[in-house]
């Protein structure tokens, strides 16, 4: 079951990137993902409030922690982005955003079975697949500027994996659904002062606002599946199915933007299915 909320962890992930990458497209990305995460923290804090759950001191100190480093991985990210290359920079942040949590919980102690350990190094290689095997025509740069992006994209990939870690300790009853809030409203808190200071607002129309709700929502429900996966299995393993992400926004851009997929694009889906069947032997 660990194994199904951390694909739909991915799921809520990847459709939300879909859409903030089209709302990005009119509107500053930096307020896109600001505005979303008010949603996405909303909708927690109302499902908080629905089932009860009572806030926990320690809990929601690790969650703010955790929002924390999912607003300075968000920063580090988009600079990577800025700087071209995007799916070489999807691929490295991706990869080391499985990396790192699975690394971690093999020195926390948790021991997967050797066939899941096969499985959870096809899903690297098939992220690495999925996010750079897109055949746009990249401009030249200098290598100062790959090097830069390379390296924004590396710290975005570790931020990234931290907030799995982080958010993996709050793990008190069901005090977690309101740590996750507090790590939403961390990464607004974050975030917040960033937009003022490089005055960064957008207009909303209507296709805007339904693509930064669906972010939200996506986000949302990402975080709680990822919450759900990890109370009832490996951290190693629920991490690196979350990280799968990159996969239904490779999909949804096929379906709803005619994108075509490249020969190692549809190579990276099926290793990442093959990875998936062996890593539910964990």
Known sequence: MALVFGLLTALGFGIGDFLAGFAARRAPAM??????KIIGGTLLLFTTLMLGGRTDGVDSLWAAAAGVALGLGSLAYYRALALGWMGLVAAVTGVWSALVPFGIGLLLGERPALLAIGGVMAVIIAIALVSGGASTRQKRHSLRRVS???AEATLAGVLFGLFFILL???QNSDAIFAAASAMLAAAVTFMGPVLLMNRQ??????SLMFAVVGVGICSGFGTLCFILAVRNGLL???????ALSPIPTAACARLFLAEQLTGRQLSGFLLAMVGVVLMSTA
């Not at 307020?31 to 979303?36: G, H, I, K």
């Not at 190693?236 to 979350?242: D, F, H, M, T, Y």
């Open 168 to 170: 993996d300790q709050a």
């Open 31 to 36: 307020a896109v993902v600001f505005s979303a």
């Open 148 to 150: 830069r992006g390379l």
């Open 236 to 242: 190693s393993i629920v991490a690196i199915a979350g």
């Open 201 to 206: 607002t957008f207009r909303p129309t209507r």
